[in-house]
């Protein structure tokens, strides 16, 4: 048998302890060991690096600049997320491969098919027909106490930085090919996503990919200066027309930005209503996406009645923003959506241009404003022209 030298021995005893000093720590080391150390780099695994999730709003949306997802929570169905977000069940289980009934991980995400949050989710038609059958017919005056509206939750912003890609899994995909595709850690990608313990995935399932670190900037070598002696000027360097030509640059003619919004019109003394809010026209009448128009201005405007009538009706949405309707001569209803110190009650008898409410404070500084011939919503601007 071979002697085994005092050297190796200690050599062994030195790994020995080492390998148990790993086995004891309780979680990874932390250490961006990014130079060659020993023989090995862990620049990659910087690289690599992931953000955590944004938080959700209260009812569980994260708003991303051109797509929304929303968290599940423990014991959600489909059906209990297209609830709080205001989805039909059906159209959501169906982009997200799921069926209404089907049960979601806590912190599972459900992307959207569309954008919630942004319009009234109240039934106006609904309150419109409540307005015609309850306004007075012979004139007469009806009153009521209005509750105070509650203040509105501010909508949360979407977060800043890069927007995360949304992959939709294939048949045959895992965990593991999707974090190597995009190169990110795959414990990341569960976090991010709620998925559970085995990385489990499935075909039609949206999964958002983390967004990696920001590198640290790198640092820029200054170039070396000329060093003078005592009473000695400093050399002043040679502009460059000094030496070489400065090229001919041609400057095309800027394109004028294309006009995305109209100007709501302010010649309104022969038209058959009034405007709410002089302002900008920010969305169009889009018969069965949107039933009005949106009318901009500044915060605190004051929102007035497009004719006189009868204030028929006084509600709120479901985030408790108020909405108007008064009724009109020949069966006409007028609703104002989307404000807020509202100056009238029910029944009250208002003449056109008189002042009900203003405009909300914030990024929601607009009136939603319908124009409906009994239930039935109509374009406002004809009557406005």
């Not at 990014?34 to 209260?58: E, I, L």
């Not at 109240?122 to 307005?131: F, H, L, M, N, R």
């Not at 995009?182 to 996503?193: E, G, K, M, Q, R």
Request: hydrophobic share 40%.
């Amino acid at each position: 048998m071979r002697a085994v030298s005092k050297s190796a021995i200690r050599r062994c005893a030195t790994g020995a302890a080492a390998l148990a000093l790993l086995a004891g720590c309780e979680g990874p080391l932390d250490y961006d060991l990014r130079g060659q150390v020993g023989g090995f780099s862990t620049t990659d695994a910087a690289q690599s690096a992931t953000t955590s999730r944004p938080a959700p709003d209260a009812r569980g949306v994260i708003t991303y600049p051109t797509y929304q997802v929303a968290i599940a929570r423990r014991g959600d169905t489909v059906r209990d997320v297209a609830a709080r977000v205001g989805l039909p069940e059906g159209e959501l289980a169906t982009f997200n491969g799921l069926k209404p009934t089907d049960t979601l991980r806590d912190g599972e995400v459900v992307v959207l098919p569309r954008a919630v949050g942004a319009a009234s989710t109240v039934d106006i038609a609904t309150i419109a027909g409540t307005a015609i059958d309850d306004a007075p017919t012979d004139g007469s005056v009806r009153t009521s106490t209005l509750e105070p509206a509650q203040p509105a939750a501010a909508p949360v912003p979407a977060p800043a930085g890069p927007e995360p890609i949304r992959h939709k899994v294939k048949r045959g995909e895992t965990a593991f090919t999707i974090s190597r595709l995009y190169d990110v850690p795959v414990d990341a990608l569960a976090d991010w996503n709620g998925l559970d313990s085995d990385f489990t995935v499935r075909e039609g399932q949206f999964l958002l990919i983390p967004i990696k670190s920001q590198p640290a900037p790198q640092q820029v070598s200054q170039p070396a200066t000329n060093v003078t002696q005592p009473g000695q000027g400093s050399p002043t360097p040679t502009p460059p027309s000094a030496t070489q030509p400065l090229p001919e640059e041609v400057i095309a003619p800027a394109k004028p930005a294309p006009d995305v919004t109209a100007e709501a019109p302010t010649n309104q003394s022969n038209s058959l209503l009034g405007l709410p809010v002089t302002g900008t026209i920010i969305r169009t009448y889009s018969k069965g996406k949107n039933e009005g128009i949106d009318i901009a201005a500044a915060p605190g405007t004051a929102v007035k009645a497009a004719e006189a009538g009868t204030v028929a009706a006084i509600t709120a949405d479901a985030d408790q923003v108020p909405i108007i309707v008064v009724k009109h001569k020949n069966d006409l209803l007028t609703v104002y959506a989307n404000v807020e110190n509202i100056a009238v009650k029910k029944g009250d008898r208002v003449r056109r241009g008189e002042k009900i409410a203003a405009l909300r404070g914030g990024d929601n500084a607009y009136v939603h404003f319908e124009v409906r011939k009994g239930f039935e919503a109509v374009d406002p601007e004809p009557y406005l022209n």
